[in-house]
């Protein structure tokens, strides 16, 4: 190997070593930033007062469908009807390039990518949402809840439920929703524009939903908080394991610009050619 080369691996190598560190910390102040936005909405009673803007006071009797705004206006039954629509799509999509990229050779560079999309539904909305922990913790929902014409008391999610399985924690069909930010684990390295595009729609799809679930009293305000938060942290796991940051594009750019201008790097001297 030429010294050049050696310097240009070792070079990738520390700039790939420098982006997990930089991904590990933006991962670890987001679950710093779900525990401080719990603690804020725990004192500030924040779940029960959103609800409360959505629920029909005197109605307690009635049906479920007349105490909710959310059960009986167009808009947030349409939200929540079309709610996993971006993600199928984008799911199938995936499938597509999966399959598809066996034989044809200028997808075959993106089946990564659509193997991780696949990864990411089944893992972040599917296995961490709604089976290990909808499943297991049974925080009531809002229409269980007392308060608001149920039968259980209020619970926070780290308290033991008194629901049934399937609970409020954290938000389904909002998760599903956020799964549509997948793209920008891969994206943002390359195509930062498109990138930021599929972040910023996974997140405001994600709101609306999150949104006509509370409105319907199938959730609380903090149960679509955490859902997008968990979303985030497994596509950002997984994005580590994906190895989507290792010797990107631009780092290649940096280096032939850094090498054509002569300009010295601190080490490469150094670097053995064997």
């Known amino acids: ?14 700039f790939y070593r420098e982006n997990v560190l930089e991904r590990l910390r933006e991962l670890f102040w987001i679950a710093n930033g779900l525990i401080a936005f719990t603690l804020i909405v725990w004192l500030a009673d924040l779940d029960r007062i959103i609800t409360s803007f959505y629920y029909l006071p005197g109605n307690e009797h009635a049906m479920i ?16 009807k079309t709610a996993s629509w971006p993600v199928v799509l984008l799911g199938a999509l995936a499938l ?32 961490v949402v709604n089976v290990l922990l909808k499943d297991t913790l049974g925080k009531p929902r ?14 926070q999610f780290w308290e033991p439920g008194t629901g049934a399985g399937n609970g409020s924690f954290p938000s389904g069909h909002a998760s599903v929703a956020f799964a549509l930010m997948g ?12 990138a930021a ?10 709101a609306l939903v999150g ?9 609380f305000f903090s149960d679509v908080i955490w859902a997008g938060g968990l979303v985030y942290l497994v596509g950002g796991l997984l ?22 201008c002569r300009l010295a790097l601190p080490g490469v001297s150094k670097i053995p050619t064997k």
């Open 142 to 155: 809002p229409s269980q809840v007392i308060e608001f014409g149920g039968e259980y008391p209020y619970a």
């Open 239 to 260: 994005g580590l394991y994906f190895s989507f940051d290792r010797f990107p594009h631009t780092a290649r750019k940096v280096w032939s610009h850094a090498s054509s």
């Open 96 to 127: 597509l390039v999966l399959v598809s990229g066996v034989w044809r050779a200028r997808i075959h560079a993106w089946r990564k990518q659509a193997l991780f999309i696949l990864v990411f539904v089944a893992l972040g909305p599917g296995l």
């Open 1 to 14: 190997m030429s010294r050049e080369n050696a310097g240009q691996t070792s070079w990738l190598l520390l």
């Open 211 to 219: 949104l006509s679930r509370i409105a319907q009293g199938g959730h």
């Open 183 to 194: 793209p920008w684990f891969f994206l943002r390295q390359r195509h930062k524009r498109m």
């Open 197 to 206: 595009a599929f972040l910023i729609g996974g997140l405001v799809w994600g």
């Open 65 to 80: 469908v007349m105490r909710w705004q959310g059960l009986t206006h167009p808009f947030w039954l349409a939200i929540y």
